[in-house]
């Protein structure tokens, strides 16, 4: 099943990885997402109930089959996070509830970035037997180190996160991020509803 989408992000850096990852898991369900960029620009700053309920209004008027919310956790609950998100989607477009996909990384996407380690460790060129470094850092600032202390030369954390949203497995990531489980989830759960309703 072809699925056109749109995503609302904090951040180009985000989307990009983003993007990638969701075609990846729309693959493994057997569908093909594309992409509509016209309904994905990233917000400059946090994603808010007024950035959503805009969003998902430019997602009903281009008759996108799937919407992605996107939106760190930081220092809230997850559960907060997520009924402020549902909240401004329910006020906005009921329908909306069941057609988009909810992703709140905990507390950034560069959380997932880090959870398959042995991919990880090849591409920085850490020895599968070390540790990963710079353990008791919040994820964003490891990779930030990470990127200043291994792998090639011009490796920024744009750069890393983006390698790891195309090679990193999956399965191991939804073994180690309950944030990433839930997100496959509330996509598997989004497909399933379009697919109803075709």
Not at 123 to 133: A, C
Request: aromatic content about 6%.
């Amino acid at each position: 099943m072809n699925l056109n989408y749109g995503i609302l992000s904090e951040g180009s850096s985000d989307l990009v990885a983003l993007q990638i990852v969701i075609e990846r898991l729309a693959t493994e369900l057997g569908h093909e997402f594309r992409l509509d960029s016209s309904a994905s620009i990233p917000m400059s700053g946090p994603v808010t109930p007024a950035g959503i309920k805009l969003r998902i209004d430019l997602f009903n008027t281009k008759n996108l089959d799937v919407g992605v919310i996107f939106a760190d956790k930081d220092d809230r609950t997850t559960s907060d996070k997520l009924t402020t998100v549902r909240d401004a989607i329910r006020s906005q477009n009921e329908e909306w509830l069941e057609r988009t996909a909810i992703g709140i990384p905990d507390p950034h996407m560069e959380a997932w970035a880090i959870a398959d380690e042995g991919t990880l460790k090849r591409y920085l060129g850490i020895k599968g037997s070390d540790g990963l470094p710079f353990d008791r850092l919040d994820p964003k600032e490891r990779v930030a180190n990470l990127t200043s202390n291994y792998g090639p030369v011009d490796l920024t954390p744009m750069i890393l996160i983006r390698h790891m949203a195309e090679s990193m497995n999956l399965r191991i990531v939804k073994q180690h991020c309950q944030s990433f489980q839930d997100f496959c989830s509330s996509l598997q759960s989004a497909i399933a509803y379009v697919h109803r309703l075709s």
